[in-house]
């Protein structure tokens, strides 16, 4: 949509204001997605669930591939926006649900890295078929995005179901078959599972299907009120480090670069369409290019230090294109220079922190009984942020100068750093079971594994257990 909107104005003859309520409207429009995927992925499965907000984006795509006009548009973008919703949600729970503790990291951030490969193939889209007729292109550049979603349904159908919601449904057969065929080794899957079994209520002696104890098969008619109304010290600060973090990736303004991303460059100095385009690729390919990078250290390094490190970058990356974009509106036009590279400086550093790792944190720290409802939340607050952000960057730059509204960002990025500092501990190395202990048990146990290290499997499972009584 960020090159598409530039013809689609152009096209449609719309205003600023359309043009920030298109950009937008997606994020809240995610909402009912997000909402709705709570509740589908503990009814029909994740896997289900996935394949679900896939026929979304199909149908939204194709919806806005042939809109007629602005109303038509913005009906594509609402049932796009169900699907980004569920998608959001459902995807970095099912990751982590699967991935065994020594690789979760780096298969967790794979949705984070396959988005940020979506982008750049959408600014690619830009700019190949921005030779078209003005018409023609933007529909080709938005209804391409239906064939994606063919692949992703096709590729999930293949996939196995996660064992923790075939516990929570009491086919532990089935969920004992999928953990030996995705765990580093036959122990593993055994004592993964004995863990499971624990954080669910069902008793260690049972091998077989079962019944699972009441309050496990009808989670959703307890779980608000346990992450909302009568919260344990762990489930309140896990909830409110998940909304936190959601919270902060999208305030420190990433959309208002990723999205006006032409706009943006325009006002630093570049005023040609295709160098818009080519210019807006390079973003593109440097938030993906460091994406990857981040995917190979989150199981190496650990989150804190790639999340702290990349938000001070970001900081300073935000202040740079602040002046830059000052002095250019004061008639610097050297500075040009200093507003690219800081966007682009911007991106990376976002990429390597923030970007993947708000997922990864968000879908690992919330326990399995709330999992999916808690996630939820965090993704309706970082949906409904952004698309504040995003439908209001116009009428805010226009109000404070857009430098300085990356001055306001950066100020954000301040505050999210100490946020993290504070409140968000080391996960690597751990187990899903195992991180309610650690919010439960406070700062004093934090210090992650060392790498080689294996978390004593009776300890584990017997502190489980006296959680879950």
């Given amino acids: 949509m960020s090159g598409a909107a530039i013809f689609i104005k152009e096209d449609l003859k719309i205003t600023d204001t359309q043009i920030e309520i298109l950009l937008g409207i997606l994020n809240l429009y995610s909402l009912v997605g997000s909402y709705a995927a709570g509740f589908t992925s503990d009814w029909i499965g994740r896997r ?33 926006g169900i699907g980004v919703g569920y998608a959001l949600m459902i995807a970095p729970v099912y990751t982590a649900e699967v991935a065994p503790a020594s690789s979760r990291g780096f298969l967790t951030s794979f949705p984070e890295v396959f988005i940020n490969i979506g982008i750049l193939l959408g600014y690619v889209s830009n700019f190949a078929f921005s030779h078209l007729r003005t018409s023609i292109g933007w529909r080709f550049m938005l209804g391409v995005g239906a064939i994606p979603s063919v692949f ?17 449904r009491g086919r532990l057969r ?82 208002s670069v990723v999205l006006y991303s032409p706009r943006v460059f325009e006002k630093a100095g570049i005023r040609e369409k295709n160098k818009l385009l080519e210019t807006t690729v390079a973003v593109g390919f440097t938030k993906t290019l460091f994406i990857l990078v981040a995917t190979f250290l989150l199981d190496r390094v650990g989150r804190r230090p790639l999340l702290l490190g990349g938000t001070g970058g970001m900081l300073f990356s935000l202040l740079g294109l602040g002046i830059g974009l ?53 993704v309706a607050v970082n949906r409904v942020t952004s698309g504040i952000i995003t439908m209001t ?45 650690l919010f439960a048990m406070g700062k004093d146990n934090e210090k992650a594994p060392a790498d080689g290290d294996e978390m004593p499997a009776a300890n584990s499972t017997s502190a489980n257990a006296t959680a879950q009584r």
């Fill in 174 to 255: 089935e969920a004992s078959r999928v953990l030996k065929m995705i765990s580093d080794t036959p122990d593993e899957a055994r004592l993964r599972l004995e863990e499971i079994k624990a954080a669910a209520g069902i008793p260690a002696e049972c091998d077989d299907d079962c019944t699972v104890p009441k309050g496990s098969a009808d989670l959703e008619k307890a779980v608000w009120k346990e992450l909302l109304l009568r919260p344990t010290p762990a489930v309140r600060r896990m909830l409110l480090t998940a909304v936190g973090i959601h919270f902060f990736q999208q305030a420190s303004g990433i959309d």
């Fill in 48 to 80: 289900y669930t996935i394949v679900l907000a896939a026929a979304f984006f199909f149908a939204g795509a194709l919806l806005m591939g042939f809109a007629t006009g602005y109303v038509f548009l913005m009906v594509g973008r609402f049932v796009a």
């Fill in 326 to 378: 000052t002095l250019v509106d004061h008639g610097r036009e050297a500075a040009v220079g200093l507003c690219v590279a800081s966007i682009l400086t911007y991106v990376a550093f976002f990429s390597i922190g923030m970007g993947p790792i708000t997922w990864v944190y968000g879908s690992e720290i919330l326990p399995l009984r709330v999992r999916a409802q808690g996630a939820s939340i965090a």
């Fill in 152 to 168: 992703l349904t096709v590729g999930v159908l293949a996939m196995p179901e996660s064992p923790r919601w075939l516990v929570l």
């Fill in 393 to 437: 960057f116009i009428s805010l730059y226009k109000a404070i100068t857009i430098g300085g509204s990356f001055f306001l960002y950066a100020g954000v990025a301040a505050v999210a750093w100490v946020f993290f500092f504070t409140c968000l501990p080391e996960t690597r190395g751990r187990t899903l079971e195992d991180i309610e202990n």
